[in-house]
């Protein structure tokens, strides 16, 4: 039962447009979400993270919303760089529990020059 | 600077061969994990590990054991090698379970 899903496996957006990654989680227990990027032949590195209690954290192009109700989180990344080529990770966890996190399936970002 | 290093960045091996996979983490982390990502898969979670000698089963366990003799050393152990095991597995420590893993650059495993 895949808890944590990202429905598109790859999205091809023009440079300085703005790349909006998805994500749907149907444990109501999540508190705490993550977004993770990775390059080939490289381990995936921390991007930004959104705690239950807000519904929007920024930093600098990227930015995090979590809409609870949906059980929906997104990453936007504006504007978007060559350099954000990568395969996009979200990740939640139950802080509360202290229960590992559970991880999407990835989406492929391309951007395109 | 945190570091999480694992052993090989590239491996090649047998079928049937026994494989060692270590993993190093300088961040006196209690959990450490390892994981496979497939094309389409995501990152599977192989075992996990919160304490030294403790270990817990991810979701894809069969045909792998793991060690953790000491705290920044979590070792992944393919008993007999099998072609379906080719595959690039991460290695990642945390402070706490629920908290932001570290990963390391990872090793690309190919089994012939």
């Known amino acids: 039962d895949q808890q944590v899903k990202q429905n598109s496996p790859s999205l091809s957006v023009q440079e300085g447009r703005i790349s909006i990654l998805n994500c749907d989680y149907t444990?109501?227990?999540?508190?705490?979400f993550l977004w993770y990027k990775k390059y080939p032949a490289e381990g995936p590195t921390f991007l930004i993270s959104i705690s239950s209690i807000k519904d929007k954290n920024e930093d600098g192009r990227f930015t995090v919303f979590l809409n609870k109700s949906a059980k929906h989180l997104s990453l936007h990344i504006v504007p978007s760089q060559p350099g954000d080529s990568a395969v996009y990770f979200c990740a939640a966890s139950a802080k509360g529990l202290d229960e590992k996190l559970t991880f999407g399936t990835g989406t492929r970002l391309t951007i395109i020059p | 600077d945190v570091k999480v290093t694992q052993s090989s960045r590239y491996l090649v091996k047998r079928t049937g061969e026994k494989v060692f996979l270590e993993c190093v983490q300088d961040?006196?982390?209690?959990?450490m994990f390892w994981y496979r990502q497939d094309p389409g898969l995501g990152l599977r979670l192989i075992y996990f590990?919160?304490?030294?000698?403790?270990?817990e089963k991810g979701d894809i366990p069969e045909g792998y054991s793991v060690s953790r003799e000491k705290k920044e050393r979590f070792s992944l152990i393919l008993e007999s090698a099998s072609t379906n095991q080719t595959s690039m597995y991460l290695c990642?420590?945390?402070?706490?379970?629920?908290?932001?893993?570290?990963f390391g650059p990872g090793t690309r495993l190919t089994v012939l």
């Open positions: 990642a420590s945390s402070l706490y379970l629920a908290n932001e893993q570290f």
């Open positions: 590990s919160y304490d030294v000698k403790m270990k």
């Open positions: 444990n109501s227990m999540f508190d705490y």
């Open positions: 961040m006196d982390h209690e959990n």
